[in-house]
């Protein structure tokens, strides 16, 4: 196999059971003979030898060439950089709500929030050469990642009757915490007892929304007592709010009880509607040094249409000095295609066996650098339990994704990443936000206005009984009850982002080209993307690979 490519010196090197620094992956790819510098470097490693250095690398090397074995020279002899040609990916600052980039992807940017334009990285030739020790030996012990959130090993749900209970109780204390700091709320049965014409507050979970003959909405809103009607009337400046409302979420209300209300018929004519929200004062927290994490989602490994080139281009280019400060991935689900997931599926598997399909994406993953910290969790189409909160892999899938010690969580997590409050999630209940409100409050070519109205109501999948499977446990897990500094979703194959009161969300895309089944359901994937977030400052740019 030649050894043109780092990727692939780093896959052969674990094939031997072996990791290597960053620099030392440069140096072996810069010999005149890649494979008999590994070769090499391998044979003289210490027994107890994991990872090769750079140092040690170097220092063969340099032996080496000294015992006239010019075949694992680096070629720095005549001064000259060793340089790899390759076309390099195209770089996207921001991309227009409005319009399509120069590559012709569709919608999804963050409208207001950055300028519309799209940014191409001129040189035809990448300087892999060793750079400065300084600047580019990772800072390991800067380095944290905290995970919390995470349902594996804790899930106790049996299905009865009671686990749904308990979760809904559960979501409906919290949520409505985050609202009576707000309203002065009293339960419904208090608001039943008081004499009408008197203004009132509830904080209550939606179990009923429809419109009158009048035109007017009609919310039935429930909380441990009892449920109690609410009136929001046409013309009320506010009412477009009720496009934006799903079942099973927990609202606040102020307004003024009708006159009958001691009679037992009242009604609360709404003056004003709260969500749980996200604060607009908001300040997110940033790391303490420029350091970068690569976000992505959706790869699907074992379908006909995953992008191998564009995946082994991204690997690549991890191990470029442009990507030197490149020290986390964050995967948001779906790792393989998966098996039996939509009707016909068989008939577009590279990989029919869900097992060897794990196996291949761990080839893959062996291509990108092996100090990088890697997390993920799983989607739908992977082989956990549907139903969210979805706990992580079981052992034998571990077993498998073991490579560079990456770490796997649950769906949803939140990922804390040397400060900054990453919370990872898959993204199903995308589909039934989309699918419930408007256009212009939700649709696929602006994946994050979706992931907007989840922030607003301050949990990932309100509704119940819907597209969404949700599995009741002793508590909620899918709340959000703190503010997460980025918001991270895949899912729908679309490539969007944008700051909501300073949250910033990303979808992130896929590196799944359009399947048969996409094609008949007119899903237009943004495939072979990789967001790139700067987290000392939260700013994100777009690197195109496909």
């Not at 990772?138 to 990642?145: E, G, H, M, Q, T």
């Not at 009337?233 to 009720?242: G, I, Q, S, T």
């Not at 102020?254 to 709260?274: A, P, Q």
């Not at 690997?315 to 995967?331: K, M």
Request: negative net charge; proline residues 5%.
């Amino acid at each position: 196999m030649p050894l043109e490519t780092p990727a692939r010196i780093v896959s052969e090197l674990t094939s031997r059971g072996y990791n290597a620094d960053r620099e030392a992956v440069t140096l072996l790819a810069g010999a005149d003979d890649p494979r008999a510098a590994l070769d090499v470097a391998v044979e003289r490693a210490p027994d107890d030898a994991l990872k090769l250095s750079a140092d040690h690398v170097e220092r063969v090397l340099t032996e080496r060439s000294a015992d006239g074995d010019t075949s694992v020279s680096t070629g720095s002899e005549s001064g000259n950089n060793p340089q790899v040609k390759a076309r390099p990916p195209t770089e996207t600052e921001g991309m227009s709500v409005e319009g399509t980039n120069d590559e012709g992807v569709g919608d999804g940017g963050v409208g207001d929030e950055r300028d519309e334009d799209s940014e191409g990285v001129g040189e035809d030739v990448i300087d892999v050469s060793r750079p400065d020790e300084s600047v580019r030996d990772p800072n390991f012990d800067a380095r944290s990642l905290d995970v919390s959130g995470d349902i594996t090993g804790e899930s106790t749900g049996t299905g009865e009757y009671e686990d749904f209970v308990s979760v809904f109780r559960d979501r409906f204390e919290r949520l409505s915490k985050q609202l009576r700091s707000r309203v002065n709320a009293r339960p419904t049965s208090a608001v039943q007892a008081m004499p009408g014409g008197g203004e009132t507050a509830i904080v209550g979970m939606i179990s009923d929304i429809r419109s009158t003959a009048s035109g007017h909405w009609l919310i039935e809103l429930e909380d441990t007592s009892g449920t109690y009607p609410c009136l929001v009337m046409k013309d009320r400046e506010f009412a477009d709010l009720v496009d934006e409302l799903l079942f099973d979420e927990v609202i606040a209300v102020e307004g003024t009880l009708s006159d009958d209300n001691g009679d037992g018929d009242g009604i609360l004519f709404v003056d004003s509607l709260y969500f749980p929200d996200v604060p607009r004062t908001y300040k997110p927290s940033t790391a303490d040094r420029h350091v970068q994490a690569a976000l992505i989602s959706d790869v699907h490994v074992g379908s006909q249409e995953f992008m191998a080139d564009a995946w082994s281009r991204f690997a690549d280019w991890l191990y470029t000095e442009e990507a030197e400060r490149v020290e986390y991935l964050l995967v948001a689900g779906d790792m393989v295609e998966g098996v039996g997931v939509y009707p016909d599926q068989d008939e577009e598997l590279d990989i029919v066996d869900i097992y060897d399909q794990y196996e291949q994406f761990s080839e893959y993953l062996k291509e990108v650098p092996g100090d990088l910290e890697i997390i993920m969790i799983p989607g739908n189409h992977d082989a956990v339990r549907l139903a969210e909160p979805q706990p992580g892999f079981d052992e034998e899938l571990r077993d498998i994704m073991s490579v560079h010690d990456a770490r796997i969580s649950g769906n949803p997590s939140t990922v804390t990443v040397e400060g900054v409050d990453v919370l990872m999630y898959h993204g199903v209940s995308l589909d039934e936000v989309i699918a419930e409100l408007p256009d212009e409050k939700a649709n696929y070519d602006e994946p994050h206005k979706a992931m907007y109205q989840l922030l607003k109501k301050r949990h990932v999948a309100p509704q119940f009984g819907g597209k969404t499977r949700l599995a009741p446990e002793e508590k909620d897990y899918l709340v959000m009850d703190d503010v997460p500094d980025v918001f991270h979703t895949g899912h729908v194959h679309k490539l969007g982002w944008g700051k909501y009161h300073n949250v910033l969300a990303v979808n992130s895309g896929c590196w799944q080209e359009q399947t048969a089944f996409q094609k008949s359901v007119n899903i237009d994937p943004d495939a072979g993307f990789a967001p790139i977030l700067d987290l000392d400052t939260l700013d994100m740019t777009v690197r195109q690979f496909s």
